[in-house]
């Protein structure tokens, strides 16, 4: 057979996994992978059995397909017994089940998350290495090799994240997507993080005016993140608050390549809004994954796009599962000048803010909450914070 690499996936993956497949091989490395090296007249199940015990290590690429799939643990099973390494490359943000962590016990593995790409170049230094090993030692846990490799790639990965930021915090700049008929006259946004669970999601109440010489049907929002997701997957919810009763709008995605960085959304009103006239507006929406693109080594930032006919008051907060600390808000100026924002703050529980009563009891969260009462026209806002780690004890030393 003369294969190197047993790819275990899903055939639900088979785009993914054709790609990651072309990488490895680019790169010389030899690779079973059903059904392509199945051959005709044999038996399915005894061709990939006989494709495990060729291969030296067993590639799992680990996706939200093979959560439920007693094929691929059956692969893994067969790889276990019969002493492979194997290397989890973990394409999708999902918990492994009990299952699959008693068999990928004491395995080096890859988080490939959020752009699995960006550890192609990891995922086949690693495998080079552990092919050039004498010998075929299955647990990799502490293999001291593969964990510099790793953290070769995590650096690149922290220094590009750095410059994505700063070419993001560049594209606050007003464009053709940009709100040129309303002024804000407030803003409340809070973001509501849950870290362990990937999850993130925004809940926003403006009060605009329209300063136009027209009627206005809409108001057309950018919405960013770290990290592509589809308009369908955001649960993009808007209403409008009419004689003290909110009233649910619709809602258009104006992004044509899905998924994507960012989402162009246009909220359509219940009515004209005449020119000198005010109305409220609530919506919210979720960034799935979006926590899992924050590096440890860099200061979260939560960026609020300017308005070209500016923002009267401003109400900026965050919360998290995860403890937070360190906060700052920060004041971005149209000529890009950045300086601390005049705020007063509190710290808070997510059970102490009212707006976010229809959360309460639902999840455990804390955070701070910046108010600025005369936002500059045309800035923009961000608030920088850190996560707080846990502490594990080291050996006690007498102090």
Same mark, same amino acid.
């Given at each position: 057979?003369?294969?190197?690499?047993?790819?275990?996936?899903?055939?639900?993956?088979?785009?993914?996994?054709?790609?990651?497949?072309?990488?490895?091989?680019?790169?010389?490395?030899?690779?079973?992978?059903? @059904?392509?090296?199945?051959?005709?007249?044999?038996?399915?199940?005894?061709?990939?059995?006989?494709?495990?015990?060729?291969?030296?290590?067993?590639?799992?690429?680990?996706?939200?397909?093979?959560?439920?799939?007693?094929?691929?643990?059956?692969?893994?099973?067969?790889?276990?017994?019969?002493?492979?390494?194997?290397?989890?490359?973990?394409?999708?943000?999902?918990?492994?089940?009990?299952?699959?962590?008693?068999?990928?016990?004491?395995?080096?593995?890859?988080?490939?998350? @959020?752009?699995?790409?960006?550890?192609?170049?990891?995922?086949?230094?690693?495998?080079?290495?552990?092919?050039?090993?004498?010998?075929?030692?299955?647990?990799?846990?502490?293999?001291?090799?593969?964990?510099?490799?790793?953290?070769?790639?995590?650096?690149?990965?922290?220094?590009?994240?750095?410059?994505?930021?700063?070419?993001?915090?560049?594209?606050?700049?007003?464009?053709?997507?940009?709100?040129?008929?309303?002024?804000?006259?407030?803003?409340?946004?809070?973001?509501?993080?849950?870290? @362990?669970?990937?999850?993130?999601?925004?809940?926003?109440?403006?009060?605009?005016?329209?300063?136009?010489?027209?009627?206005?049907?809409?108001?057309?929002?950018?919405?960013?993140?770290?990290?592509?997701?589809?308009?369908?997957?955001?649960?993009?919810?808007?209403?409008?608050?009419?004689?003290?009763?909110?009233?649910?709008?619709?809602?258009?995605?104006?992004?044509?390549?899905?998924?994507?960085?960012?989402?162009?959304?246009?909220?359509?009103?219940?009515?004209?809004?005449? @020119?000198?006239?005010?109305?409220?507006?609530?919506?919210?929406?979720?960034?799935?994954?979006?926590?899992?693109?924050?590096?440890?080594?860099?200061?979260?930032?939560?960026?609020?796009?300017?308005?070209?006919?500016?923002?009267?008051?401003?109400?900026?907060?965050?919360?998290?599962?995860?403890?937070?600390?360190?906060?700052?808000?920060?004041?971005?100026?149209?000529?890009?000048?950045?300086?601390?924002?005049?705020?007063?703050?509190?710290?808070?529980?997510?059970?102490?803010?009212?707006?976010?009563?229809?959360?309460?009891?639902?999840?455990?969260?804390?955070?701070?909450?910046?108010?600025?009462?005369?936002?500059?026209?045309?800035?923009?806002?961000?608030?920088?914070?850190?996560?707080?780690?846990?502490?594990?004890?080291?050996?006690?030393?007498?102090?």
């Amino acid at each position: 057979m003369n294969k190197e690499i047993f790819i275990s996936h899903s055939s639900k993956d088979k785009d993914r996994v054709d790609e990651i497949l072309k990488v490895i091989e680019d790169a010389g490395i030899k690779c079973w992978i059903a @059904p392509r090296d199945v051959l005709g007249g044999m038996a399915y199940a005894e061709e990939i059995v006989d494709g495990i015990k060729a291969c030296r290590i067993v590639l799992l690429v680990v996706s939200a397909s093979i959560v439920k799939s007693e094929h691929i643990l059956n692969e893994v099973e067969l790889a276990i017994n019969n002493s492979k390494i194997i290397l989890p490359f973990k394409i999708d943000p999902i918990e492994y089940t009990d299952s699959y962590k008693y068999y990928l016990n004491r395995k080096h593995r890859i988080e490939a998350l @959020p752009d699995p790409q960006e550890y192609y170049g990891e995922l086949v230094a690693s495998l080079k290495h552990l092919l050039s090993k004498t010998e075929d030692n299955p647990d990799t846990e502490d293999d001291a090799e593969l964990i510099a490799i790793r953290e070769r790639n995590r650096k690149r990965l922290i220094n590009s994240t750095k410059e994505k930021r700063l070419s993001f915090g560049l594209s606050i700049q007003t464009d053709s997507f940009a709100d040129e008929f309303h002024f804000y006259k407030t803003i409340k946004r809070l973001d509501v993080i849950d870290t @362990p669970n990937l999850k993130y999601s925004n809940y926003r109440w403006i009060e605009i005016e329209n300063q136009s010489e027209r009627p206005t049907r809409s108001i057309i929002h950018k919405e960013c993140g770290d990290n592509k997701v589809r308009f369908s997957d955001m649960r993009f919810t808007a209403r409008q608050y009419i004689d003290g009763q909110g009233e649910l709008l619709d809602v258009d995605s104006q992004t044509a390549v899905q998924p994507n960085f960012e989402q162009i959304v246009k909220i359509l009103f219940k009515k004209e809004l005449m @020119p000198g006239e005010s109305t409220r507006v609530f919506y919210r929406l979720d960034w799935p994954g979006e926590p899992s693109a924050y590096c440890d080594e860099l200061s979260t930032s939560i960026s609020l796009t300017r308005y070209p006919k500016g923002v009267g008051r401003l109400t900026f907060g965050i919360f998290d599962t995860v403890p937070l600390y360190d906060f700052e808000i920060q004041e971005v100026s149209a000529g890009f000048e950045i300086k601390v924002a005049g705020a007063t703050h509190k710290e808070i529980q997510i059970e102490d803010e009212p707006d976010l009563k229809p959360l309460h009891g639902k999840i455990k969260a804390s955070g701070i909450v910046f108010d600025v009462s005369d936002a500059a026209d045309n800035a923009s806002y961000r608030i920088l914070y850190k996560q707080r780690k846990e502490n594990k004890p080291t050996e006690d030393d007498g102090f």
